[in-house]
T-cell receptor, first 109, second 116 residues
């Protein structure tokens, strides 16, 4: 299974931008990059996904490196409600999504 | 749209007992997943269904775990007999078509199982 590597934890100040990195050096040409986040006592929640081009939605932006071996999830203005575990996963054409242990984001007021 | 429904929300059993979890996916979602999430870890895929057929069950401990998806809609995951190490949150997810390409996964809030 294609693997992703993320830092265990990151901290941010409220209302500042947050850049969450992810390495996926073994990504194949058809794998999509998906990001999810998980709040305490809840299931993971979809955030954003992309293939090659950078993507924006109301929650976040996704910046994908030109060689696709890494990506960055960007939260433009962190709020306390953004404190969660963020997972970067590769979604294969068989529909298989393998989760790592994610990055725990702490947002300080 | 209604989300993925799971029940029960919590379950406490003794080791060697059996337990079953139920999942109702989002209407129209062909693909259904069961994940196991141990405290402090990311979710681990147990089984993936496409309609009512199994696509991937390579990480399902088949000596004690079983799952079925009747008529391609609801699904049940069973553990018999349970072990202490089965204590975890069991998450159900569904997607429109295989979770691939432009189909994100939609998760329920899970069932927290404690085996004593």
């Amino acid at each position: 299974d294609a693997k992703t590597t993320q830092p265990n934890s990151m901290e941010s100040n409220e209302e500042e931008p947050v850049h969450l990195p992810c390495n996926h050096s073994t990504i194949s040409g058809t794998d999509y990059i998906h990001w999810y986040r998980q709040l305490p006592s809840q299931g993971p929640e979809y955030v954003i996904h992309g293939l090659t081009s950078n993507v924006n939605n109301r929650m976040a932006s996704l910046a994908i490196a030109e060689d696709r071996k890494s990506s960055t999830l960007i939260l433009h203005r962190a709020t306390l409600r953004d404190a969660a575990v963020y997972y970067c996963i590769l979604n294969t054409n068989a529909g298989k999504s393998t989760f790592g242990d994610g990055t725990t984001l702490t947002v300080k007021p | 749209e209604a989300g993925v429904a799971q029940s029960p929300r919590y379950k406490i059993i003794e080791k060697r007992q059996s337990v079953a979890f139920w999942c109702n996916p989002i209407s129209g979602h062909a693909t259904l997943y069961w994940y196991q999430q141990i405290l402090g870890q990311g979710p681990k895929l147990l089984i993936q269904f496409q309609n009512n057929g199994v696509v991937d069950d390579s990480q399902l401990p088949k000596d004690r775990f079983s799952a079925e998806r009747l008529k391609g809609v609801d699904s049940t995951l069973k553990i018999q007999p349970a072990k202490l190490e089965d204590s975890a949150v069991y998450l159900c997810a569904s997607s429109f078509s295989g979770g691939g390409y432009n189909s994100p996964l939609h998760f329920g809030n899970g069932t927290r199982l404690t085996v004593t």
